[in-house]
């Protein structure tokens, strides 16, 4: 099955800087890729997503690169800001299944 | 902005009891989903649901989990004799119908500790 896997753990930046969150999947056929925040003490809130016949999205200060042939996709947050801190969880999806295949996830702090 | 709601917000059960978890899907949608979070841990799916029945589940929705669609808004999951491994945050989940609308709304969760 799927297995997806999310780098890094944890990750502090500073204000303005930028962050970068990468996922690897196993499956080639996966073909839809969602990003998810989740704050504390709340669901997961889609912020954006990518399809496979896409390489790149953005939205605002938030892109998405997927690279099929390495079978990885980045999360990429320009001129971070303190209420970007949160848990961010990338997921995965076949075609024709219903169930996401999450990432581990990843913590992003952003210091004052 | 429509949302996915869900109650309770906790739950504290003993071993072994039975518990059943609410979700109000967004009013539009018609595919359904539970999700488990074990703390610390990655989010889990467990179920999809769509037509009044089960589309597909995992290998952790075993004989002990069962969903229901009581009525045209609930969305339940239960639980009937509950282990202590089964304590974690149970997310519910729903999209629109079509091929190529993939989001899922989450709503926020109950979080389930079984004693």
């Known amino acids: 099955g799927e297995n997806v896997e999310q780098h890094p753990s944890t990750l502090s930046v500073q204000e303005g800087d930028s962050a970068v969150i990468k996922c690897t999947y196993s499956?080639?056929?996966?073909?839809?890729f969602p990003w998810y925040k989740q704050e504390l003490g709340k669901g997961p809130q889609l912020i954006i997503d990518?399809?496979?016949?896409?390489g790149e999205k953005k939205d605002q200060r938030i892109a998405v690169t997927l690279n099929k042939t390495a079978k990885h996709f980045s999360l990429h947050i320009t001129e971070t800001q303190p209420e970007d801190s949160a848990v961010y969880f990338c997921?995965?999806?076949?075609?024709?299944?219903?169930?996401?295949?999450f990432g581990p996830g990843t913590r992003l702090s952003v210091l004052p | 902005e429509p949302e996915v709601t869900q109650t309770p917000s906790h739950q504290v059960t003993q071993m072994g009891q039975e518990v059943i978890l609410r979700c109000v899907p967004i009013s539009n949608h018609l595919y359904f989903y539970w999700y488990r979070q074990i703390l610390g841990q990655k989010v889990e799916f467990l179920v999809s649901f769509y037509n009044n029945e089960i589309s597909e589940k995992s290998e952790i929705f075993d004989d002990q989990f069962s969903v229901e669609r009581p009525d045209g808004s609930n969305f339940t999951l239960k639980i009937r004799s509950t282990k202590l491994e089964d304590s974690a945050m149970y997310f519910c989940?729903?999209?629109?119908?079509?091929?190529?609308?993939?989001?899922?709304?989450f709503g926020p969760g109950t979080r389930l500790l079984v004693l």
């Open positions: 499956d080639s056929a996966s073909n839809y």
């Open positions: 997921a995965a999806k076949k075609p024709y299944g219903q169930n996401f295949v």
């Open positions: 989940a729903s999209r629109v119908a079509g091929g190529l609308q993939e989001t899922q709304y």
């Open positions: 990518i399809r496979s016949n896409v």
